[in-house]
């Protein structure tokens, strides 16, 4: 059975700056339900439909398969509930684990991701010193909810 342990932190803008262009990524969902989420996400030149479960914890079920671009595309534009996901993510290594930081376009600019797939649920994480917040359980920044409440609707405090 396919397990996603993963963390997730606000990115310190002041602290962190991208090494590279990263990669655009465009995802949509065919269901953003809690239960089940069903994503089809163009990352560069491939495609992919992954399917999710529910999130307990930090942990939830994961199946993620390689798919046509063109399919892909034609699932994006056609079917895929809105608005569309734009992000660009880049990749850095920090004490041994690759970190997948993504800097979100469109009706969620401004907001700043870093997420880490762990081996375990206790594993002594060392934090890079951009890493902000811990938002690994909270909902509002799962990228299936920001279709619905997207971070530029958010009240800034």
Known sequence: MAKEIERKFLVRKDAWVP????????Q?????????????????NRAKLTIKGLTTGITRLEFEYDIP??????MLDAICERPLISKHRHVEMHD????????????????VLAEVEL?????DLVLPNWAGDDVSTDP????AN????PFKTWPRS
């Open 28 to 44: 949509g969902y065919l269901n953003s339900q809690k239960e089940r989420v069903v994503r089809v996400r163009l990352e560069g």
């Open 19 to 26: 090494r590279d262009p990263g990669v655009l990524f465009t």
């Open 96 to 111: 041994g684990l690759k970190w997948e930081i993504d800097v979100f376009h469109g009706e969620n600019d401004g907001l």
């Open 69 to 74: 671009v063109n399919d892909a595309v034609d």
């Open 119 to 123: 081996p375990s649920e206790h594993v």
């Open 140 to 143: 509002r920044y799962f990228n």
């Open 146 to 149: 920001l279709i619905a409440h």
